[in-house]
Structure formats: C-alpha cells, structure tokens
C-alpha cells in the first residue's frame, strides 16, 4: 500500500543544468531536478535515453561534465569530498545482480557492514537475517547465488543495499533481467519500501508499479526531461507529443 504521507519539502538530491557526453553524444542535456526526502521518483523513456545514465551520475558511477549534483545539500563534485562515505548513502540496485558468487545470501548482505562500515560480525549477521526476512528469503540464508532464481537474487541485493542503512535507494531497471513470472516477487518488496517511506529513484519499464507507487513520473528522452507529473496526469492527461506517443507504444489498448 503507497504511503499517504507526502514527501519532505526539503530536497535530497538536487541536479542543476546537469550535461553528460560520451564522445560526441550528448547522454544528458540541461538536467535539472529535485527529488524531496521520502519522495518516490519513476524514471521512464525509450532506451537510450539516458535514465540509467542519470541514475549513475548521483552516485558518481558516472562523471558529468558540467552542472552540479548536491546530495544531502553536500555538491558530490567538491574537493575532497568523500565518496565512499558519499555512496553508504545511496543503495543502488542495478539490473544485473552483481553478486559475489563464492559467497552465500547472507554473506553478500554482510560484507558491506563489516568490511565498510565496520560493524562487529554477529551484528552484521542479525541485521543480515532480519534483512533477508524482510525481503521474504530468510530460508535462502545460507544458498549461494548458483541455487537462487533471478527473482531470490535480485532480493539479495536490494538486502545488501538496505544493509548499509542508505537515506536513497537508486534503482535501475532492476526487473529488465527477470522473468515476467519471479517480477513481481521484486516489485512487491519495492513496493514495501516505498509503502515505508524511503527515497527511491527509479528507472524501470513497469508502468504498473509506477502508477501505484511513484509520487512523480519523469518522462526522459534524447537526454533530456520532457515532462514530469503525479502518476494520474502523467498517464491519463500527458501535456507533451512525445509522451503521449511514448504511452501509445507501450500501454495496452
């Protein structure tokens, strides 16, 4: 169930004028965006619009080229600032798993506790259990990624993401690599957490989890924001050609 508490006034994550090349392509051009504490952001557009490129660039996986991103009211871009510390912030799930394979659910979910925030092992262990209960595997505990589905898999790693205690959780395109049958085994702890009040940004094709979870929908394409609007008006009254072109091609009639 969505939560009906409506999102800090306070931003998060503010993009200003934000530009990204790759070579001669222009990735983003004159990003500008806020996302509120506690606000469930969608981001969707045709592939290769630059979602997940934008994605990247809160979290310095990808490195603009000029612009200013402030995170927590800190420019991720100053000297000397932190980028370590900067991403215990930021959980970012990403649509390939990305999990260690020689390591079990609950010591993937673990290491980052241990190894980054220092936290004694039997502390990182309680808090793994209690993570994986949440994401509804506690019985996966101890099964490496091999003996998972895709479905299990992706649920490790949005625990492993929680475990770091993130203000953010990023996601992108987290369901593109999962069978249509185990999607909604994800969308539904993605729905939980939203229900429970934590930032999210999200790229994703699910238009469904979109209408019932996002607080704004932004509609991305050729690297730049087209339109952005509360789920109702974004897909029942799209104010721009391309969107409702977009939303022609992908809802069913």
Excluded: W
Excluded at 139 to 167: F, H, T, W
Aim: aromatic share 6%; no cysteine; net charge neutral.
């Amino acid at each position: 169930m969505k939560d009906d508490k409506m999102p800090g006034d306070q931003p998060i994550i503010v993009m200003s004028d934000v530009y990204k090349y790759f070579g001669d392509f222009a990735a983003l051009t004159r990003v500008s965006l806020s996302i509120g504490r506690g606000e469930k952001v969608v981001l969707v557009g045709p592939s290769g619009s630059g979602k997940s490129t934008l994605l990247r660039a809160i979290n310095r996986l990808e490195t603009i080229d000029s612009g200013a991103i402030l995170v927590d009211g800190q420019n991720i871009y100053d000297r000397g600032v932190n980028l370590g510390q900067l991403r215990t912030k930021m959980g970012m799930v990403f649509q390939s798993f990305n999990l260690f394979r020689h390591k079990t659910a609950l010591e993937n979910v673990t290491m980052g506790p241990v190894n980054v925030l220092r936290r004694p092992s039997q502390e990182a262990e309680k808090l793994g259990l209690e993570l994986l209960h949440k994401v509804g595997i506690a019985d996966k505990a101890g099964n490496y990624p091999a003996q998972l589905s895709g479905g299990q898999q992706q649920r490790v790693a949005i625990a492993r993401a929680l475990a770091m205690n993130p203000d953010i959780m990023l996601f992108d395109e987290p369901t593109s690599a999962l069978d249509p049958e185990v999607t909604h085994e994800v969308l539904d702890v993605m729905v939980n957490l939203a229900g429970e009040g934590m930032t999210m940004a999200v790229v994703t094709h699910e238009m469904g989890f979109a209408r019932r979870v996002a607080d704004r929908v932004i509609f991305i394409d050729q690297g730049q924001i087209i339109e952005e609007a509360p789920p109702a008006v974004f897909f029942e009254r799209p104010a721009s050609d391309r969107t409702r072109t977009f939303l022609q091609r992908i809802l069913p009639f």
